[in-house]
């Protein structure tokens, strides 16, 4: 089955410190994407970052950066550098290729706290 | 307006009632979606438009209702809605249904059904 792990239900990190969030997938495809989410209490889920199965390279955008091990399914989201706008919820989410469309599922979050 | 609307932001409704979200996405994309988030759940998929085409039910009960009468609208009739629907409706849109495409998120309705 496709699914998405997130074994953090809630994280703290010291605001200026780097934080890494957990994920795990499951697929037997072998194309596929990961994607980073952040919900602030607002709502609104916010587009992080990006990875491709085929892509050798690990993702990066500011300080975010995506820790992707294909063979151990994993891909972590590392943020540098914390700041106090970073306390949110986390979400990691895949793409599959169904058979009409991509579909994105989503694992179950990660709260984040930033501590002054 | 940029990026992708969503009114109302909060509803509060009788499972008697009859209303309608809407989702309005300004990036010129071809694919919306509707997605659930309840308390303590992922994100459930609801459905899926591509060029004002549906093109994926998730096994929606009927008493919800999507309406595309174009690729930026996107709307959710509800009727005799139950307590367990009530949660937040995320709306989103992608350049395209498949890809390595980013889906961009409205900013939800919370619905809270009395």
């Known amino acids: 089955a496709q699914k998405i792990t997130q074994t953090q239900p809630g994280m703290f990190v010291q605001e200026k410190e780097a934080v890494t969030l957990d994920c795990t997938y499951d697929t037997s495809d072998q194309s596929y994407g990961l994607f980073w989410y952040k919900q602030p209490s607002s709502g609104e889920m916010i587009f992080l970052i990006y990875q491709g199965s085929y892509d050798e390279q690990n993702a990066t955008e500011g300080r975010y950066s995506l820790n992707f091990q294909k063979a151990r399914k994993s891909a972590n989201l590392v943020i540098s550098a914390s700041q106090l706008g970073d306390s949110a919820m986390y979400f990691c989410?895949?793409?599959?290729?169904?058979?009409?469309?991509?579909?994105?599922?989503f694992g179950p979050g990660t709260s984040l706290s930033v501590i002054p | 307006e940029t990026g992708v609307t969503q009114t109302p932001r909060h509803l509060v409704m009788g499972m008697t009632n009859k209303k309608s979200l809407k989702c309005e996405q300004h990036?010129?994309?071809?694919?919306m979606y509707w997605y659930k988030q309840s308390a303590k759940k992922p994100l459930e998929l609801m459905f899926v438009y591509n060029f004002k085409e549906q093109t994926e039910n998730n096994s929606v009960p009927s008493r919800f209702s999507p309406e595309c009468p174009n690729s930026s609208h996107l709307f959710l009739h509800l009727h005799t809605l139950q307590p367990e629907d009530s949660a937040l409706y995320l709306c989103?849109?992608?350049?395209?249904?498949?890809?390595?495409?980013?889906?961009?998120f409205g900013p939800g309705t919370r619905l809270t059904v009395t």
């Open positions: 990036l010129g994309h071809n694919a």
């Open positions: 989410a895949m793409r599959v290729e169904e058979t009409s469309y991509d579909k994105v599922i």
């Open positions: 989103a849109s992608s350049q395209d249904l498949r890809g390595d495409y980013e889906q961009y």
